[in-house]
């Protein structure tokens, strides 16, 4: 334990030459990694991809793709390294004046780093904006070092905090996210990770928006190259390994609402940025107004001490696991229950559109997932050559678009989501109210949809339809079975609360 201003020594022995050189192969700086992965390196590096996107407000996940998959941290384990030495802040077993000692173990570390040399000192201040902009992988040694006494104890302390905040597919085993098998994370934990920071650590959380750092006559520029370019954004970490691929933890607040975003796996700096910013237009514009979500604490905190002393009107949230339940949480994409779908093959056609604004094929604004699960999942796709499906009874499917978007796409199929309960009224018309990369989010915005305009389109026959050009595929998320009074009145329904919506002629 630390005395307040006290100057951190403790033993280290010696690094070798070898384990010098083979440290120094690998580095976690995403910006300056960044160019090894541009022109035709990088069009084979394509590495797993996840993310997520939560209603810090309410706590709903209101986007996801891959959020329970493992995956490695790379430089956002750094946001678990400043979780514990907020912690220690806050308690007042250290202070940001605190001198912190630099080892052998911690100079030697690859970079990104200051470029400390053993038996230097450092500011627990000066640490903490090293580690937010540079992400300093020697830095968050001597953080590990001085509030554990080594490396591998820190890791532990982590890896324990993590499960207490209910990130349970997580695991630490370094302080910096350096490259090792065993260092593991999910976006989903990664998302609260980023809540619980801000929810636990309000003063010390605003060190994540600072956008340059002046250390020795140097400024050094936060890698984080939304902060300042994307309104509301505040934070908070990127990281990068090549097994990773390039990633980001980004928190933004807009008014009053306020939204926690991850991405894994660009394949480089600018297209996790990309994909960030387009999670960001498509889900901010939606999010809550009012905080309903009580904070994000510690599972341990909360049987031993919340319980008894926090008074009956507030309610405290204990971060448990989406395992612990026998359905999927809200927002995964793990596998649920289906109800019976069909697939239909369709012809490739023109399509009339009406004279309400277009929607862009790359809107992918999204609405916070329903309090019940849906069965949307497991829709299967009929293949080019398969044989012709009978004829749809109309009374038990409702209307089918005949035609897709353009005859020069070559699109095989079109998914039918769960069938109406009635003959859908009319036929002659249907809406698209979104197209997506993924599948999944085209089947969230068709739920989504029918959540806000249940009178409009209680009739109406939900379906995806996949279109590819070139290599790239979007799925469509469309309502047929409609007249045009109908569908001009669900489109401007939809658009009130913000649902792109486009008229289609069959």
């Given at each position: 334990m630390l005395r307040a201003g006290a100057l951190v020594r403790l033993p280290w022995g010696a690094v070798g030459l070898a384990t010098l050189l083979a440290v120094t192969a690998v580095s976690t700086d995403a910006n300056a990694r960044g160019r090894h992965h541009h022109g035709v390196a990088a069009e084979n590096y394509e590495p797993s991809t996840a993310s997520i996107v939560v209603d810090a407000n309410s706590g709903a996940v209101m986007q996801a793709s891959n959020a329970d998959s493992p995956r490695h941290p790379a430089s956002l384990t750094k946001i678990m390294t400043l979780y514990l030495l907020f912690e220690r802040l806050e308690a007042g077993k250290i202070k940001l004046t605190t001198e912190m000692q630099v080892s052998p173990h911690a100079a030697a570390q690859a970079p990104s780093k200051l470029g400390l040399t053993p038996g230097d000192t450092i500011q627990v201040e000066t640490a903490i904006r090293a580690i937010v902009t540079k992400s300093a992988n020697d830095v968050a040694v001597i953080v590990a070092e001085a509030l554990a006494g080594d490396e591998t104890e820190f890791a532990k302390l982590m890896t324990a905090k993590a499960h207490a905040l209910g990130m349970m597919h997580t695991t630490y085993h370094n302080a910096s996210g350096l490259p090792d098998d065993v260092q593991m994370t999910t976006a989903r934990d990664q998302a609260t990770l980023g809540r619980a920071i801000q929810d636990r650590f309000p003063k010390y959380y605003t060190y994540f928006s600072t956008r340059y750092f002046a250390y020795h006559g140097r400024m050094i520029r936060n890698h984080n190259h939304l902060l300042g370019n994307v309104e509301g954004v505040d934070g908070i970490k990127t990281g990068y390994i090549h097994d990773s691929g390039f990633n980001i933890v980004t928190s933004v607040r807009r008014g009053n609402r306020h939204i926690v975003a991850v991405v894994f796996g660009g394949h480089t700096a600018e297209a996790r940025d990309a994909r960030m910013r387009s999670m960001i237009d498509n889900n901010i514009n939606v999010a809550s107004l009012k905080r309903t979500a009580a904070p994000i604490i510690e599972g341990a905190e909360a049987h031993v001490k919340d319980v008894k002393e926090t008074p009956a009107k507030e309610k405290v949230a204990v971060a448990t696991p989406a395992s612990r339940n026998n359905e999927p949480a809200l927002g995964s994409t793990d596998p649920i229950k289906p109800n019976p779908v069909k697939t239909f093959a369709v012809q490739v056609g023109s399509v009339h559109t009406a004279s309400l604004s277009p929607l862009p094929s790359d809107s992918r604004k999204l609405m916070p997932a329903p309090a019940s699960p849906v069965t949307v999942t497991n829709v299967m796709i009929a293949k080019k050559d398969a044989p012709p499906q009978p004829a749809a009874k109309p009374a038990n499917l409702g209307v089918l678009p005949a035609r897709l978007a353009s005859a020069s796409e070559n699109i095989p199929v079109a998914s039918v989501l769960p069938e109406p309960t009635a003959t859908p009224r009319g036929g002659g018309w249907m809406i698209q109210v979104g197209a997506f990369p993924e599948e999944s989010e085209a089947k969230q915005r068709l739920t989504a949809a029918q959540e806000k305009a249940k009178d409009q389109?209680?009739?109406?026959?939900?379906?995806?339809?996949?279109?590819?050009?070139?290599?790239?595929?979007?799925?469509?998320?469309?309502?047929?079975?409609?007249?045009?009074?109908?569908?001009?009145?669900?489109?401007?329904?939809l658009k009130r609360d913000e649902i792109p919506c486009m008229l289609l002629k069959n």
């Open positions: 389109l209680g009739q109406a026959a939900p379906f995806t339809e996949k279109t590819t050009k070139g290599d790239k595929a979007l799925y469509r998320a469309r309502f047929a079975g409609l007249d045009k009074d109908q569908a001009e009145t669900a489109c401007k329904h």
